[in-house]
């Protein structure tokens, strides 16, 4: 466990070499104390039986060969996916959506500002708002259903609406943020071809399809990858709204909740490490993937 | 009422007053994000657990080095149980001058919480209540202490309690790590005016019969118990099974890895046994026939109507709530939940024995909580002699007395008896199954945390999506290679 400590890049003798090191030093020292350590340790740990009060032990692929044989930890890992994909594919569609109608129809910023405000409720403060509108017999939401004629729904505690509902209160919230991403993006697209398209005839659909979305590739991708890695990482709402520790049989233990419980729940901190870092391989792969699917680092403009 | 359909976990087996054992997991919904390490943890785990100290204690400050060697600090959950060991406290501390005894009572939500981030933090009560079901977790944490080493408590004998009881608390390595306090079995409670106007006498509920095929007497009972919106009974041409008005029997969620209130009087009269040995075994045997096929058919009465649905079941309307609103006629429960059922207002309550089962007897889960002393207080003595003073007769009868549970020594249940019956209590539903030796015992092996969480969604599945009970099979897959993992 020596790593840690020997990397120091840039041993060459320059000139500005030591201001390099004193200006690099405080954020490398963050990235080694707060993310390179604790992912080694977390490495470490997953090969190990831990329960934080006595010593670790170590136990080889113990760990990894639960994981692959953990019924909960499949279905753990299918809850999230079908979360991630209910959750980014409404939240990207419709974050496009207001970026482009606040970039084409408006320039007040109040109105802008108006999209922003879900984003300023913490998650638990709307996992528990949206517990109480959604309650099955005395939510107001399903209230409203009752007075349309419509039959109470147990959006938070029945097996097939459970994910959905989730998926769907956080993008209630972070619509907006991503939104005005998508918004900025589109803010660095020049006028002036949107001008000359106009000159040529082009209608609002046209030269979105033609002009807003090919060039606002990059941003898209950039915020398709950090809200997809957010996504994956899904928990308070799950914990605070959703009855018991992941629903009725599991249909809502989502992959956080999980590791948490058996971390902190059932003290199998070995365990739960291997799952992290089980999490943490199928996060980077889906992130390589997305990089370079959609060339996020090249621009179409100019 | 019916709210938010199932509150998945909870289950009754405390001796609680909220009775609801709900999630045994994670109550510090901390935003710790998944990266955060053990010592962070530690840290904050230790924080939470000050902070609900000196909250909950009235700031009497962490016991080991601040306060004087003669306080003794003890945690229980039950706060019916309360006034009995204030009244045992009290003796004790007129019989031990100087020595002053701290109790604190959370509820069983907050209790193992703040029990376990207490021990992660060092600030753990000398003494609590233990359970059966968390034991294994503090013997692999290594936080409790021996009695049979200690002197106060080394006198402790097995056959000082009613039979079978202290062994559950000996840890694989044969030392004694609880000193036995109460005893609970299950038998069914009933709505008397429901089984009258059903014709069916005290008599016939104590003696029916089950079996996996077409049920038994216990399944015609319980059809003819059930009426549907109609009026028709169960048995009845024309029952409508979709539009129940009474369910013959109550829902208690689908029972994780004992069922102790749900299936066990049928599993265990079944004769099949949880594991492959009496303690700590290394195997479970929820791939055997026997258990399938009584599964099998106890989640096949919510198909036919007779047991309330998996969705009726909430913290909130619990089998007492059920039978005491008259929504079912007959739930097994333990003997903790008597006072409860008896003070039900409107509801003229009995209880009977669970039936008998193919294996031509009854079963009843016999368990029992215990005492158990932290490692850290283990050398001081006032804990020690507190410890074997909640074992002695002394405190047990001043426990009996109140009528709420079943002390565990035998001069205690006779207290306990003679005070159940002052309150119009019929407990012989209870006390025959221990006198006749029909009783198992609740079942203990390492990782027994584990073995719940993959237990309870697997049989929630079973009872709420009708998912085959042959994947079961690959859940004690599972649970054997944790098992065989580590010890």
Redesign the interface.
Known sequence: MAVASSSTPRTKPRGDGLLAAIFIAPAMAGFLVFLLW??L??IY?SFT??????PAEW?GL?NY??MV????FW?SLRVTIEYVVINIGVQTVAALCIAVLMQRLTTSSLLRGIVLTPYLVSN?VAGVVFLWIL????GIGNEILGALGFDHV?F????EWVIPSVALINVWRHVGYTALLLFAGLQAIPGDVYEAARVDGAGELRMFWRISLPLLRPVLAVVLIMTVIGSF?VF?TV??AT????????AS?VL??Y???????????GYASAM?VA?LAVLSVITIVQYRLTRAGETDLG | ??????????HVRSHAGSHVR?????H??S?A??????HV??ALAGTVALSLLTAGCGGQGSSSASSSSRTVTYWLWDANQLPGYQACAKAFEERNPGVKVEITQLGWENYWTKL?AS??AGTEPDVFTDHITKFA?FV????LAPLDELPATAGIKDSDYQAGLAASWKGQDGHRYGAPKDWDTIAMFYNKKMTDSAGISADTLNSLAWNPQDGGTFEKAIARLTVDSKGRRGDEPGFDKNDVKIYGLATNDAGEADGQTQWSAFTGSAGWKYTDQKAWGRHYNYDQKSFQSTIDWYFGLAEKGYLAP??NF?QSNGPEVQVGSGSAAIALHGSWMAKTFYGMKGLDAGTALTPVGPSGKRATMMNGLADSLTKRAADKPAAQKWVAYLASDACQTTVGKQGVVFPATEAGTAAAIAAYEKDGIDVTAFTKPVADGTTFPFPITDYA??VA??M???M??VY??GRPVGSLT??N??IN??LS??D
């Open positions: 604790p992912t340790r977390g740990l039986r831990y329960n934080l009060l006595t136990v113990d060969r639960r044989n953990d019924p909960i279905g638990v309650d099955t017999q005395l147990a938070l505690a029945s097996n990482q308070d914990a605070v009855p018991g520790p992941g629903g009725p049989a599991n233990n956080q909740l590791i948490y419980g058996s971390a902190f729940g059932r003290f199998q901190f992290s999490l | 009422m019916r709210k938010r359909g199932s509150h998945a976990g909870s709900s999630h045994a997991g994670p510090v919904r935003h994000g998944p990266h955060v390490r053990s943890v530690a376990t021990m992660i977790q692999d944490l290594d936080v998996f969705k909430s945390a584990d969480a993959l309870k969604p697997a929630q599945d709420a999506n690959t859940t897959r599972q290679l944790i993992q580590g």
